[in-house]
């Protein structure tokens, strides 16, 4: 008998890689600084989804997240992902 | 010859490449809807600039995967002539038809001005017969419009002779201020390994009559024709 599917919830946070310059990054750095938080040297923008997904385990819903990450919701090319899977909740 | 433009939900330069084609080349010229599956009958293909798909995500990154872009992955792979012109440029770096991609602006700014662009390669479809060095006035109008590639990339771009147009002064010099958007090696426009596809962030086609502020666009529209003539005598 195969498991029933299971509703997953995935966080899908996406960067620029650490090489590629993140002007908007740095825009909202020299932000903070104009507001007196001197003490952060860094700021990375990017983006973040949520996505709803069906799948038998969290592995599977993992796997497939990873897959869409790389196929379109990701530009490799520039990007780097990651991906969180949250416990499906009770129902 | 017949061109084929590829429009999209939010394409804004499928018209002015339409009237490129029709009044500028005076050649025949159709569009051609995302939505459809065939691009039969063309024999070159244009995709013009906009925001397809309002942008989402990342510029050409929906468009990608709309119905029409298979048929235009095998007109490629076939050897014919694509051209990309900005947000259509994106399209196929994001289809993987051009290597490198576009990223934001490191102005943060939308960047709409008229800029010299040096043709550094005639072994393209939309560049043959133009002298190497030519300097082009075109016009550009983009917020996402660096190119970026990566070192090892662009090492096979120069040794490939992908590199077909450089953002430069009037004199047809890369320098820092020639750079409108940040573009690695200042680079304008781009082709793939075999040369009959090219993308590049400038508008030839909104630059196809002085009227306009100048006419160097229909240079590149125009080689097109040539290419096919030349093809056509050594067949």
């Known amino acids: 008998m195969t498991a029933a599917k299971r509703q997953f919830h995935a966080d899908v946070f996406i960067t620029l890689k650490r090489l590629v310059n993140d002007p908007e990054g740095i825009e909202i750095r020299n932000g903070l600084h104009n507001l007196g938080y001197d003490d952060v040297s860094e700021v990375r923008a990017g983006k973040y989804m949520q996505l709803q997904v069906e799948a038998a385990n969290e592995d599977e819903a993992l796997a497939s997240v990873n897959e869409m990450c790389e196929r379109l919701l990701c530009n490799t090319v520039i990007e780097e992902f990651r991906v969180s899977i949250l416990e499906p909740q009770a129902t | ?235």
């Not at chain 2, 590829?6 to 010229?29: C, I, K, M, Q, R």
């Not at chain 2, 040794?159 to 004199?171: G, K, L, M, S, V």
Request: net charge negative; with cysteine.
């Open chain 2, 1 to 235: 010859m017949k061109f084929g433009v590829v429009t999209f939900p939010g394409s804004n330069g499928d018209h002015d490449a339409l009237s490129a084609v029709e009044y500028g080349l005076g050649e025949e010229v159709a569009p051609v809807w995302h939505k459809s599956t065939s691009v039969d009958g063309f024999d070159a293909l244009l995709v013009p600039g906009g925001f397809s798909y309002g942008d989402y995500l990342r510029g050409g990154a929906i468009a990608r995967f709309s119905p029409i872009m298979g048929a235009v992955a095998e007109f490629a792979a076939a050897g014919k002539p694509v051209l990309g012109i900005c947000n259509g440029f994106q399209i196929l770096t994001e289809a993987g038809l051009l290597p490198g991609t576009l990223m934001k602006n490191p102005s943060l700014s939308f960047v709409c001005d008229w800029v010299d662009v040096r043709v550094d390669s005639d072994r393209t479809p939309f560049t043959r017969g133009i002298d190497i060095g030519t300097v082009l006035r075109l016009p550009i109008a983009h917020g996402q419009g660096s190119y970026y590639i990566d070192t090892d990339g662009l090492d096979e771009l120069k040794r490939n002779e992908q590199i077909i147009f450089t953002y430069t002064d009037r004199a047809g010099v890369e320098t820092p201020e020639s750079n409108p958007n940040g573009s690695v090696a200042n680079i304008a426009g781009v082709s793939n390994g075999p040369g009959n596809v090219v993308g590049l962030m400038p508008h030839p086609e909104r630059a196809f009559d002085a009227v306009l502020g100048g006419d160097d666009g229909l240079r590149l529209l125009g080689a097109v024709l040539g290419a096919a003539t030349k093809e056509a005598i050594t067949a």
